[in-house]
């Protein structure tokens, strides 16, 4: 499980390099017809998600910084798995490596 961090405001969380700061879409818990769906079934976390921040880039070999990908906005498809979790009252959001961002969805 991936370590926890709190903190007041989303605002305050810059991130550094790489980094991603994104939050998962929540699964719905009632169906179009108007169904309540149990929680077993809406615990599973959705593996798409909307870009917060992200940061400047990493270096590459040669010492030039590599933008990241994506920019604040965009859906990405996420792995079920990584990510370092960041709690902000009852909103949760995630940090991801840029490599670790599967695609970026556009529509």
Known sequence: MAA???????????????RVLVQRFKPDTKTASGIFLPTSATNTPLPEATVIAVGPGAPNKDGQVVPTTVKPGDRVLLPGWGGNSIKVGEEEFFLFKDAEILAKIQE
């Open 4 to 18: 926890q961090a709190t903190f007041k405001s989303i605002r305050s969380v810059v991130p550094l390099l790489d």
